[in-house]
T-cell receptor
Framework: AQSVTQLDSHVSVSEGTPVLLRCNYS??????LFWYVQHPNKGLQLLLKYTSAATLVKGINGFEAEFKKSETSFHLTKPSAHMSDAAEYFCVVSLYSGNTPLVFGKGTRLSVIA | GAVVSQHPSRVICKSGTSVKIECRSL??????MFWYRQFPKQSLMLMATSNEGSKATYEQGVEKDKFLINHASLTLSTLTVTSAHPEDSSFYIC?????????FGDGTRLSIL
């Protein structure tokens, strides 16, 4: 069965410094992987997606993630954190292609310190 | 613009009230929609799969008589929380889509007093 593990429940960075949010996945075949962001009391926003094309995926707001099959990882990075990046981030895997539900990681709360 | 519309966005009501949440696909037909629940400071968990014209499929631990799902048309699924109690207070969100990633509604924050 598919699953994702977000290794850190909380990450705190200073504004202007790099962000690294870690995610490892478990899948019996090639998964589709996503990162979503949720700001307080808001819905979900898709940051980026990996669907077996390029392994380095660029998303919105300067975020990117690299799919590493050998490490079963899909870590989210950003070169320079902004105050507005403070939010909850979810690493997500799809069970199958097409119209199927998603499996969410437990989430990583990102705090950005001025 | 939004391709999945979810209403209402916020509900506050007394214990014992039944609450209906609607999820609509705006520019595509959705034979299947998904309902998730997110308790405070937790992740999203799949509750059920809503199937147009047939019974919903519920995840383990989700009471089908408590969370009634109706998918009567190709663009609308409803989730009714029957006789809601404070422990049902949560963030409920639906998704639909022909491909991955799915489109999410904006969610419904349910608070039962």
């Amino acid at each position: 069965a598919q699953s994702v593990t977000q290794l850190d429940s909380h990450v705190s960075v200073s504004e202007g410094t790099p962000v690294l949010l870690r995610c490892n996945y478990s899948s019996s075949y090639s998964p589709s992987l996503f990162w979503y962001v949720q700001h307080p009391n808001k819905g979900l926003q898709l940051l980026l997606k990996y669907t077996s094309a390029a392994t380095l995926v660029k998303g919105i707001n300067g975020f990117e993630a690299e799919f590493k099959k050998s490490e079963t990882s899909f870590h989210l990075t950003k070169p320079s954190a902004h105050m507005s990046d403070a939010a909850e981030y979810f690493c997500v895997v799809s069970l199958y292609s097409g119209n199927t539900p998603l499996v969410f990681g437990k989430g990583t709360r990102l705090s950005v310190i001025a | 613009g939004a391709v999945v519309s979810q209403h209402p966005s916020r509900v506050i009501c007394k214990s014992g009230t039944s609450v209906k949440i609607e999820c609509r696909s705006l520019d595509f037909q959705a034979t299947t929609m998904f309902w998730y629940r997110q308790f405070p400071k937790q992740s999203l968990m799949l509750m059920a799969t809503s199937n147009e014209g047939s019974k919903a499929t519920y995840e383990q631990g989700v009471e089908k008589d408590k969370f009634l799902i109706n998918h009567a048309s190709l663009t609308l699924s409803t989730l009714t929380v029957t006789s809601a109690h404070p422990e049902d207070s949560s963030f409920y969100i639906c998704s639909a889509g022909e491909n991955q990633p799915q489109h999410f509604g904006d969610g419904t924050r349910l608070s039962i007093l």
